[in-house]
């Protein structure tokens, strides 16, 4: 074989394989490749909607936590400002300051006043509950008395107040005639 033959026999050969190699590209490869990138493009959809998803879920989360937030609020401003006139746990509750600070309790009484509208947007009107108290004790203990009435849950304020001496002479026995409210929310 001559040297222009073994040039033109590689020449040919190499066409072939180039052009099966076209063929195998085409007909195999890309076929996949395709497929492959229109996976990807799946997956990145789908790992959009998961990102999506997860950031609703945050926020639903939050929403939650600030619902039970508001929740715990109102709680809470349930026990400073209760629902309810709750007249047996405020006497209960001046009952149990004057036997902690050692104070007699002579008489209670309540009357209902007129429910006040409010312009706060937690609570709709404010009631009040007026005691009229007498108690008997000493001077610091009722001193004590209302500074820890003072620091009560309840909000309630002393309007009125007679102290008169209990004995003859100069004892240290007081009787102390008060009229203390106690606020409640309307419901």
Known sequence: ????????????????????????????????????????????????????????????????????????????????????????????????????NKLEVNSVSSRTLAIEPSNAKLIKGLGVVSFNIQLGGTYESFKSFLENLETNIRIMNVNYLIIESKGEGLTNNFLYNLTVDAYYQEK
């Open 1 to 100: 074989m001559k040297g222009s033959t073994k040039r033109l026999l590689s020449i040919f050969l190499s066409i072939i394989l180039l052009i099966g190699a076209m063929i195998v590209v085409s007909s195999f490869i890309s076929p996949v490749y395709s497929g492959i990138n229109n996976k990807k493009g799946e997956i990145s959809e789908k790992a959009l909607v998961l990102e999506e998803n997860r950031s609703l879920v945050d926020k639903v989360k939050t929403l939650i936590s600030e619902s039970n937030q508001a929740q715990e609020l109102q709680k809470n401003i349930s026990k400073i400002l209760p629902l309810s006139e709750g007249i047996s746990e405020a006497v209960n509750q001046i009952s149990g300051l004057a036997f902690l």
